[in-house]
């Protein structure tokens, strides 16, 4: 069908089905900035156009429908290819992050302020209500548009974006927008789906409807005759080899429990046959020939009936250990069960025990517990709840692979390149030379990414046909077979004194791994091991255990099991404070740690080895206290005119870490190219956080250069060196570092070529704006141009390279409080968050206004796990709200009606130019501040997340 149309001022004609979506028919013609989040849900906005003048859905009309209409899609708003006035000021707000939607979110708001040319807060938050921001929350969007109105009314922007630090810096510290920002923003197809060729051709998975199953026959005869098939793979034909998906440094403290398929399927959603087809018809179609007998086994899908005598094995098969192989190994795999179990090996002990159930465990502490408990005035003893949450990026997990000379190579959005290579190489069985992974931008991650979830199966799949092979999880995918935030029981024992002094900690956490153990022995000790160093405790105990299920799988997410942690060891002291009449201000004052305290506790919290204790370094805590308290006038009880809503306040202090001291390693190559720019060649993964950003300022703050002569290359395996990748908050400590290594390098073969150029002292040299070395001794100067044309003339000593390795035992730990106010109607139960303020130290903030915006996005997500978001499994383990609008992912109405993100300046030694990590931390401080709020509003204390109306109304006797 052929559909006349004006498309971004031009008259067009659109070619395809009568049936087919708008939204495809846009992209496939070249309108890249028109994605799709949802599958045509209807909730993300991803797909908004402007269709006859009015916002749409473009997911929800048909082509045939588009016949004589007038289109317009975020390309209409360059103008002269430059961004327009609204862009502009989104990029300058900060707003723009991973940005998978950002083109839609300016060509909604373009339309509103075409409309309204000053609009109002409410009109601004109406029509926002139509798009879902994950990354950066939506607060900055506010000042976006006012930011917008300023440039086209005045010229220039005269509102203030972000707090500036360290003004004896250039550029560290001082909003400028992110280096990748316009393309992000004016919807250059710079995601992996951008990448994808025409002939390529598509992965389809085939799932198990069971919990938990044996394969006992698979027959793909019929599927492997139609034309358009090109492979098959199950169980059957796959590598017999054992991995596991966590992107984490090797030895892995995770164990190989997986094959590509296996011959029990452990989940519902688990792989059972992997097709490569043609097209998405034909994968379809191929699916429905497979002929698949199963052998249903009992399922276990909580901590407690895991651990239960007799319970069902999600695993049974022998154990490996390469390393550390306890004595009683040959008689303990002696009780391996059925051989289509498969095995499981440990690169090292975990203290598992399959046999029943655990995965990983350890435990620890520090001084006398009995005694602790002993001097304690009062002890409370409580069991805290969390559920099962997904992380739902605007961009779905997504690879394309095909062979080059000889080649594999992956386009991927990853968090972790490098691991990813190397866990493909496993995979396919050949050396890493021969694999090239290729970051491109990251449509949204927050953890999940940093699992290889898709890459290996797609890269198997292009190896052995020689195809190009596209895979795209649908949104439902991401839910059941995709990971998700480990859901903990964890239970709190504190004692304290009537001063307030806290005598002994003890915690016992029981994390759910679900089927595959990624991550999980470090995120339950996350739970421990970023909250207990708060506290300036002689006492302190911890025990975790982590049990296998029948759920949807787990793994990294934003917090890494502090989230968890901080909501149990805040609650408890709250209720303690309680108990013992104490302020709960005052409690928190007196046992935080300060800088220099030496934290002993950190000797057995360790990633699966002995940890290192190490003094407190640069914190912000008090700062962070006082004034957040000042902000919410702690103390002062506020009064509803209303006498069904009550209003109370809480808060918690938070920490995390900047990367992991000792494990992480990042590396950069520093290049003055020969016109006397810089190419820096980073194996980081800019996420959208603005890492990318961060190193291009490194480089102009260390060799006086603008920003626009500096390009950054990164998260390429080929061009690019090592480094451990975007998790555990690492990138602005390690890879920046990385950078400013390299850097720092560099400017050293400058100043020694430019002595010898020069005929000076080197000692007598240095360099300045717009990129020159002078001669403090002489007045003379060379700038870079003249400099390295002489070096690489053919009689000068080559073009001036540095690389940069950056490894560390440091620690340099953020630290935060954050704040809530929250109303609660005793009527209905009903939960209003009507004030939040995160407060939080990240030392020298490199990029501030893409800082306070992470710490919106990240509280945003914390808000949501805390009041909203809940993957529901019916009784057979299958999730039942495998969508966005069934799942309660929190939109801007549910937003705080007052929200404000606020930077403590602290100075770290460490970290480049003394930053440290500033977004993970923000996703701890919300479930502890809030449910200590609702406390204070209506003498309930709900233990488990997320806090509902009913669990308030339960609580108040009411139902």
Known sequence: ?????????????????????????????????????????????????IFNGQLKYSNFILLYQAEGADIKTAESLLVKGELNYVQKAMVAAGIVQSAYNAPAAALILTWLLEKHPNPTREQIKDVLTGIFIRDAGYEHYYLAVKLACELRDQGEFKTEIAPSFRPQLDIIGKPA??????????????????????????????????????????????????????????AENCPDVYYMQAGQGTPEPSPHDRRLFNRKVRHVGDRVAGIVARTPEIADKAASLIKVEYEPTEAVFTVEEAMAPGAPLVHNGPV??????????????????????????????????????????????????????????????????????????????????????GRLVLNCATQVPYHVRRIVSWVCGIPENKIHVIKERVGGGYGSKQDILVEELTGYAAWITKKPVYYRNTRAEEFYANSTRHPMRVHVKMGGKKDGTITALFMEVCANTGPYGNHCLTVPMNSCSKTMPLFKVDNMAYDLKVYYTNTPPAGAYQGYGTPKGTYGIMMAMAELADKLGVDYRTMVEKNHVEEGYMLEILKGLGEGREGAVVPVGSCGLDEAIERGCDMIDWGKKEVSDDPDWKIGKGFAMIMQGSGLPGLDHAEAIAKLETDGTVILNSGGADLGTGLDTISAKIVAEVLKLPMDRITVVSGDTDSCAFDTGAYASSGTFFSGNASLVA????????????????????????????????????????????????????????????????????????????FAQVAVNVKTGE?????????????????????????????????????????????????????????????????????????????????PYGAKSISEIACNGAAPAIGIAIHDACGVWLRSWPMTPEKILKALGKI
């Open 743 to 818: 850097t720092t390098k560099l400017k050293e073969l400058i100043l020694k070529e430019a002595a010898l150029q020069m005929e000076e002292k080197v000692e007598n040299l240095d360099v300045r704006a717009p990129g020159e070395v002078y001669s403090r001794a002489s007045g003379a100067t060379l700038s870079y141009y003249d400099l390295v044309h002489t070096a690489t003339s053919g009689t000068g000593r080559g073009q001036m390279v540095a690389h940069g390795s950056f490894v560390t035992n440091a620690s340099s730990v953020p630290y935060g409080a954050h």
């Open 320 to 405: 490996q250990y390469n390393a550390g192989a306890p004595d009683d190994l040959e008689a303990y795999n002696k009780l391996q069960g059925d051989p289509r179990e498969g095995k499981v090996v440990y690169q090292f002990p975990l203290h598992a025990d399959i046999h029943k159930n655990i995965a990983a465990s350890n435990k620890g502490g520090i001084g006398d517990m009995e005694k602790g408990f002993a001097e304690a005035d009062a002890i409370v003893e409580r069991t805290y709840q969390t559920s099962q949450i997904q992380h739902t990026p605007l961009e779905p997990h997504v690879c394309y692979a095909h062979v080059e000379s």
């Open 1 to 49: 069908m052929e559909v006349k149309c004006r498309l971004n001022g031009e008259n067009i004609i659109l070619r395809g089905e009568p049936t087919d979506r708008l939204r495809d028919v846009l992209y496939h013609t070249g309108c890249y900035s028109v994605r799709d989040s949802d599958d045509a849900e209807g909730f993300a906005g991803s797909d908004t156009v």
């Open 177 to 234: 927008g992110k280096i990748d920002g316009a393309a992000l923003v004016s919807g250059e197809p710079v995601f992996v789906e951008d990448k994808v060729p025409a002939n390529a051709w598509c992965l389809h998975v085939l799932r198990s409807p069971f919990a938990s199953a044996y394969i006992k026959s698979i027959d793909t005869s019929e599927a492997e005759k139609l034309d358009g098939v090109a492979a098959i793979i199950t």
């Open 831 to 911: 939960i209003k968050v009507q004030k939040f303020y995160a407060l939080q130290d990240a030392g020298t903030p490199i990029n501030p206004e893409i800082a306070l915006c992470q710490m919106y996005g990240a509280v945003m997500k914390s808000i949501g796990h805390s009041l909203y978001e809940d993957m529901k499994l019916d009784k057979n383990g299958k999730c039942i709200n495998a969508n966005l609008t069934d799942y309660g992912a929190p939109m801007i109405d549910e937003a705080p009606e007052d929200f404000k993100s606020v930077l403590i300046d602290v100075d770290d030694k460490f970290g």
